[in-house]
């Protein structure tokens, strides 16, 4: 199948295909008479919008359908609709787009069919997935071994067939055990706009019928991790604040529940999982000087600690947002405006005109410009994690935002939480049902991320780590020698 035209991912709703291309010498060519033709059987909603992506990219659509006037208003006015016998004879690939029960329907379509190329793009409910062994390609393989069978277009939905591909949908898994077939399906898929995968041969069509079906699978054990910090801090801030007034002070203060105990919360959870999204590296700092050698794996809990970091940052930036959020929403309590005519009235009975006290005036501005500040590092953080703007990042820019911006903003949100703990750490008052005050609990991890760092930036642990993420090795034969380290000359490793 010839790509007869390209474009740029900007103008996916203009058809690829045109009157005149250029030559070779920079001439003007007329487009070959003759155009791809493709034939769809099914009139559902993936049917029709493949049918106006396969007419953009300018390929000739013949559609089958059971009852072809009924359908034919709804599908692109340049692709046929006409009945399931008549769309099979001429094209050469053919778009099966129904569920797999039906496919049974078009047994008596074996003899025209046979030959031609088979593109199986339905997906299998979950039951459906765990109930049968083989993939519904590999079932539509078995009805009709005289066509060759591919699996593609599975993962692709229809909104994302007519509005053209965008980033991270732009993959197409193709697979299968006819490389003729799968190669054609490949070029289709490029000139459609997308970006095709080869997944091998047709036993991987199980597999890639299976990726629909995943729910945020990388989202689950950061989110219940998320979920045990808000339960844990949400209950200790329950302890002090509500429960302790409740029974030593005889004080009603549940009406914090909804949002004082909420925004408490918030941040305390985000402090910390952005801690554990920097813990892990320094871990594996550690790991690599003590074994000397990058070249031994790491365990597998560190390693899936790894692969989850981007998670647990974007669930950080979630509850700092959302904390900021809340924090504009208490001066809008009622409780709130209570507590000021309180604090009024108890003023002028004191005969007080004038209250200032100049440290919590101070204290007060630095605290919030540290948490606007760590708050804007963690939004450029959480921008550039996603897929259209690492993209356009080399990896050196990518490291600088994500490695060393994100450690700033971690500093930050120290500083931030430093500011507003001030001396109450120091006060008896504060800790009430001999309970620590919130803050210093979040601290402990934080703390230990930000000494190591500095620890490993001291010269006789970051030369070191330098060496061994060059491919030094301890106790090994083979010299290697920084540039410019002429006393380290006689130092020798092993590969």
Not at 174 to 187: G, Y
Not at 345 to 362: P, R, Y
Request: glycine share 6%; hydrophobic share 45%; with cysteine.
């Amino acid at each position: 199948w010839p790509v007869v035209a390209t474009k740029t991912s900007g103008e996916m709703d203009k058809p690829l295909i045109s009157h005149h291309l250029m030559d070779s010498d920079g001439n003007l060519a007329e487009v070959p008479s003759e155009v791809p033709k493709v034939g769809i059987l099914g009139s559902g909603d993936f049917a029709r919008s493949l049918a106006t992506r396969l007419v953009g990219s300018g390929f000739s659509v013949v559609v089958g359908s059971r009852n072809p006037k009924r359908t034919a208003g709804l599908f692109p006015s340049a692709a046929r609709v006409t009945f399931q016998e008549e769309a099979v004879g001429s094209p050469e690939v053919i778009f099966v787009a129904m569920f797999r029960e039906h496919y049974s329907t078009l047994c008596s379509l074996s003899d025209q069919l046979a030959g031609k190329i088979l593109v199986d793009v339905s997906n299998p409910t979950e039951q459906e997935h765990l109930q049968h062994r083989e993939s519904n390609a590999e079932y539509l393989a078995s009805l009709f071994p005289t066509c060759p069978v591919v699996k593609a277009f599975n993962v692709i939905s229809a909104w994302t067939l007519q509005s053209g591909p965008r980033d991270g949908n732009r993959q197409v898994p193709v697979c299968s055990d006819q490389p003729e077939a799968k190669r054609a399906v490949l070029e289709m898929a490029q000139a459609m706009g997308f970006t095709p995968v080869d997944m091998g041969s047709l036993a991987s069509a199980r597999e890639v019928e299976a990726m629909p079906l995943r729910l945020l699978p990388g989202w689950k054990v950061p989110a219940l991790l998320a979920l045990g910090l808000f339960i844990f801090f949400y209950t200790y801030n329950f302890v002090r604040d509500v429960l302790q007034p409740y029974l030593q002070e005889d004080k009603n203060k549940f009406y914090k529940l909804p949002v004082s105990v909420v925004n408490m919360t918030l941040p305390c959870v985000a402090y910390v999982l952005l801690s554990l999204v920097y813990l892990p590296g320094v871990l594996a700092a550690a790991l690599q000087l003590h074994r000397g050698t990058k070249y031994r794996r790491f365990p597998d809990w560190l390693d899936h600690w790894l692969q989850h970091r981007k998670q647990i940052g974007l669930l950080s930036f979630f509850c700092a947002a959302l904390h900021a959020l809340y924090s504009l929403c208490l001066p809008l309590r009622r409780s709130h405006r209570y507590e000021l005519v309180n604090l009024v009235i108890k003023q002028v009975s004191a005969n007080k005109s004038h209250l200032w006290v100049e440290e919590e005036v101070w204290r007060m501005e630095i605290y919030l410009s540290l948490g606007v500040l760590a708050l804007g590092t963690l939004s450029l953080l959480a921008v550039t994690s996603l897929p259209s703007i690492a993209n356009s990042l080399n990896w050196r820019e990518f490291t600088f935002v994500q490695s060393t911006l994100g450690f700033v903003g971690l500093v930050l949100s120290t500083l931030h939480t430093l500011t507003y703990g001030w001396t109450r750490a120091f006060e008896e008052s504060r800790y009430k049902f001999y309970l620590p005050p919130t803050f210093t609990l979040t601290l402990l991890v934080p703390c230990v991320v930000i000494l190591a760092k500095v620890l490993f930036l001291l010269p006789c642990f970051s030369r070191r780590l330098y060496k061994i993420r060059r491919g030094w090795e301890k106790e090994g034969a083979i010299k290697f020698t920084l540039p410019g380290d002429h006393a380290l000359a006689q130092k020798t490793s092993h590969v």
